[in-house]
């Protein structure tokens, strides 16, 4: 079992290496030194992006492992385009967090964990991440993020957790830049419109 820090630590974007077309393609051959290499290069970053989504270490655990058993499935027929591995990487642990939570129909929409509250209180203000960053009741900014569509809410997670460029973010949702810029403003309106009616609720209380 791969060795992870109990605290997740989210670090965001993804650079491709020189020779990342190489290793895929002696991947695909079977060399397993390559699929060891590019299992060494990813775990951390998917074990980090699950650990956003899921509160529970052992099944973040069982989930990363299933991403990489889908990664060697479908090894075989990836076609190296240009884009980064980590993209269908992501994709693969998107698909399988979704899939999780509906099987054990706990939400409608993906959970975020613990994890995602301390990451957005670690973020510097700057637009359009001052509209989470500058809230203050984290655990309330969850709630509201759990009010979200599934597509909002991994537009939010990408962008502010795992820090990701607008492109990098277009790869792993198979969006354009443009359709993950108009989801970001769609989902940062409905953040601050949540959060203008809890306000709202709380001078109505006082």
């Given amino acids: ?36 290499e590019l299992y060494r290069r990813h775990v951390d970053a998917i074990y980090t992006y699950i ?9 973040v655990e ?13 090894l075989e027929e ?17 698909a399988r967090t979704v899939d999780y939570w509906r099987r054990i129909n706990r939400h409608k929409n993906v959970q975020l964990s613990d994890t995602l509250i ?9 637009n359009p991440e001052a509209i989470v960053s500058t809230h203050e009741e984290w655990s309330d900014l969850a709630a509201m993020i759990r009010c979200l569509t599934d597509a909002q809410q991994e537009v939010i997670v990408l962008r502010f957790v795992e820090r990701m460029k607008l492109a990098e973010v277009a790869a792993v949702m198979d ?6 810029k108009s989801l970001q403003h769609r989902a940062l ?11 709202e609720s709380m001078d109505q209380e006082t």
């Avoid at 650990?51 to 099944?59: L, M």
């Fill in 62 to 74: 069982d989930l990363t492992a299933e991403v990489f058993l889908k990664m060697l499935e479908g």
């Fill in 78 to 94: 990836y076609r190296y385009t240009g884009a980064p591995f980590a993209a269908w990487l992501y994709r693969i642990a998107w």
């Fill in 189 to 199: 309106a409905s953040l601050a419109r949540l959060m203008n009616e809890r306000e």
């Fill in 175 to 180: 969006k354009t830049v443009g359709a993950i």
């Fill in 118 to 126: 301390q990451s957005y209180s670690e973020q510097p203000q700057s």
């Fill in 51 to 59: 650990c956003v989504r899921v509160n529970d270490p052992v099944v």
């Fill in 1 to 36: 079992m791969h060795e992870h820090t109990q605290s997740c630590r989210c670090w965001g974007g993804f650079v491709p290496r020189d020779d990342e077309k190489q290793l895929i393609e002696r991947a695909q051959r079977g060399d397993k030194s390559a699929l060891s």
